[in-house]
Nanobody, 121 residues
């Protein structure tokens, strides 16, 4: 069983930066996919970014709304994924969730508890 624990959320002014971390335990993925989703009050959960590694290749994807501002990375030794968020906007305010899956799955089957990010204007 895989456990995901997010950290790094908080309150920041518009234009500021935060780095979220997602530490995975219980299993090491030699290949896999880790992603960030977010859910703002009254809205559906939405995709933010993913990192996919398999066969020596690493791929990234970002939502249009965060492209160029957010960067996802992964430290294999620490089994941890990161989301560096720069140029934060009030509309980035949400609970951010980390998710993971085996590379062959279509759906994410491991989820963290979430971390709150609040951006003040």
């Amino acid at each position: 069983q895989v456990q995901l624990v997010e950290s790094g959320g908080g309150l920041v002014q518009a234009g500021g930066s935060l780095r979220l971390s997602c530490a995975a335990s219980g299993r090491t993925f030699s290949s896999g996919n880790m992603a960030w989703f977010r859910q703002a009050p009254g809205k559906e959960r939405e995709f933010v970014a993913y990192i996919n590694w398999s066969g020596g290749r690493t791929n990234y994807a970002y939502a249009d709304s965060v492209q160029g501002r957010f960067t996802m990375s992964r430290d294999n030794a620490k089994n941890t994924a990161y989301l560096q968020m720069n140029g934060l906007k009030p509309e980035d305010t949400a609970v951010y969730y980390c998710a993971a899956r085996e590379v062959w799955r279509k759906e994410y089957n491991y989820w963290g508890q979430g971390t709150q990010v609040t951006v003040s204007s």
